[in-house]
Each structure stands twice: as C-alpha cells, then as structure tokens.
C-alpha cells in the first residue's frame, strides 16, 4: 500500500510540475502595430517555443500608454510568469512595474526604458543616445559639416525617442548643421508623411536634410522627398529601422543612412531573461543581476547601413537566417 500511495504522490508531483511548465505565461507588450513590433513578437515566441511556454504578445494598434496599462493591469492580474514592456510613458508605467515587481512577477523592459530603475530589472535594447549620435555623425558626413535638418519623430515622451535625439543633436555640436523643428507624428505613418511634405513646401531650399527617429519616419521622409520632384540626395535622410520601403530607400538613394537595431534579439532575449528569472524563483532577480555582473541594461547592438554597404548588410542577414528588413 505504502509503495502504490508513493507512486501516486510521485505522479501528483510530476503533474504538478507539468501544469506549472504549461501554464507559465509570460507577456510581451509593445508600442505600435507595425512590421519592427513584429519582428520582436517573432524573437519573443521563437524563445517560447524553445522553452516549452506560452508568449502573449500585445500591442496598441498606435502608441498608446493607457492601452499597455491596462494590458498590464491584466497580465498582473492573470498572474503571468514574467512581463517584458516597452514605455511609451516611462515616467507612467513605473507604479504598475512597481506592482508587478511587489507582487513577484519579474518584469524587464525592452526597446524604452522606464524613467526608474527600480521598476524593472535589466532594461533589454539599443544604446539609444549612442545609435542617435551614430545617425548624427553621418548626417554632418552626408552634409559636409554645413546645412538645415529636421528631425521627425513618433513620440515627444518615450525614452528611446528622446535619446536618439539627443544623441543626434550631440553629434551636430562643432558643426554648422542645424535643427529647424522636431516634429511629432504620433506613431501614424499618414502624419508622418504629411508632415514631411509640409516641411518641405514650408522651408524649400533652405532645408538640406531629415532625421527619422521612428521605423515609420524613413519611408515617409524618402516618399516626401520624391513626390516633390527632388532627386535622391537632394535632401538627405538619416534614419532609424528597416523596413521594406525603407531599404528600397536606400537602394534608390533617396536614404543616406539607416541605424538598423536589433527588434528580433530584443524580443528573445526579453522572455529567455524573464524565464530563468521565473525558474530560480523569489531569488531570480538577485542570481540574474549576478550573473549580468549588476548591468542595468544588456546592449542588443546597432549597424548603419548605407548605399555603400547595403549589399553586404542583406548578405550578412541572409547568412543569419533572418529578413533584412523588419
């Protein structure tokens, strides 16, 4: 009796463990519905099915703060594993990351930051100030250290959007490359391009060049410019992310520099961190920042692509097994 009472409670136990592994969930939450988000989604649920676990992946259809609230309000509430966000509002976002830490879910940030380090516990992404610093420095290449720019962008607010563009008008210091406006196109790829436009008509000549910040921003500052009539380089575009019209742009000529980052890495490495946090347990947090060395951050790297170098960069992801646009 002893030893089938002993083989049920083995069974018990290896059941147990079994409905653990299925139901561990762990969340995703990006900033907007668009081909660099898929590409983390793609990473995040490649890392999931080779751990054997669930991956829910949310983002708002545009960048929207209240909407990954709420999404995750649920998640914590769901009780999910580990939770892995992008800040639209890092400043917003820290009492529920809060929470969600007090409350034992693991949460590390990817892509943007949240504004406080006690929020989550390592920040997964690009080195955004010096990715921005990178596009600056090939902006006064492209210029010849002398002319007018604008910069475009998805946000005012987020983290990533405020160091690029610190970074760029870091590297434009010495220089006589100025910075007529930023403009804000809310994540809508229509705005973006409308804005462009109206750049454009607005300062004609005396504008010699664009800064995109978001993955939406290339391919509406290389439309602007050909559908007024202007012949690649006239104005020159720097931008960030690699999308398929915007390696067209490149291609043509119409882009001069793309900062390409790394969305797929961020992705898998997001729920590979989130996962072995969750397997060590209540300790997770403390063993993962010694086996980091205590980084706040874990660098996914950037490249910048040009007309140049184009070939080879498609060539290189294609030996990755990965697209060269995302």
């Known amino acids: 009796m002893k030893k089938i009472l002993s083989f049920i409670t083995i ?115 690009t080195a955004n100030y010096a990715a921005g610093y990178l596009g600056g420095e090939e902006m006064v290449k492209l210029l010849n250290g002398k002319g007018n720019v604008v910069i475009e962008t998805g946000s005012l607010s987020a983290l990533n959007s405020l160091q690029r563009i610190q970074g760029f008008e870091a590297a434009l210091k010495g220089t006589d490359v100025k910075v007529l406006t930023v403009l804000n196109e809310n994540g809508d790829p229509s705005t973006a391009l409308s804005e462009a436009q109206a750049a454009i008509a607005s300062y004609g000549s005396k504008l010699n060049g664009f800064y995109g910040v978001y993955y939406e921003d290339g391919p509406a500052l290389a439309r602007a410019v050909e559908t007024a009539g202007l012949k690649p380089g006239q104005i020159k575009i720097v931008c960030f992310d690699m999308g398929p019209d915007t390696l067209k742009g490149v291609e043509s000529g119409y882009v001069g520099g793309v900062t390409v980052q790394n969305p ?51 060539a290189h992801m294609k030996a990755l097994g990965l697209p060269a646009y995302y």
Do not use: H
């Open 11 to 125: 069974a018990l136990v290896l059941i147990g463990f079994s409905l653990i592994a299925e139901a561990m969930t762990i969340g995703v939450i990006g900033q907007a519905l668009e081909g660099y988000w898929n590409d983390v989604n793609l990473g995040a649920q490649t890392a999931g099915k080779q751990l054997g676990i669930n991956v829910d992946f949310y983002c708002p259809t545009l960048p929207s703060a209240a909407d990954q609230i709420s999404t995750l309000e649920s998640f914590i509430g769901e009780r999910f594993a580990g939770i892995a966000i992008s800040c639209t509002d890092p400043s917003g976002v820290v009492p529920y990351l809060e929470k969600a830490m007090e409350e034992g879910i693991p949460v590390v940030t990817m892509d943007t930051d949240a504004a406080s380090n006690n929020a989550r516990i390592v920040f997964i992404g």
């Open 264 to 314: 797929y890495l961020m992705g898998y490495l997001s729920v590979y961190s989130l996962y072995n946090i969750a397997k060590m347990g209540s300790l997770g947090p403390t063993y993962f920042k010694i086996w980091d060395n205590g980084a706040e951050s874990i660098d996914t790297g950037v490249a910048l692509v040009t007309p140049e170098n184009v070939n080879e960069y498609i």
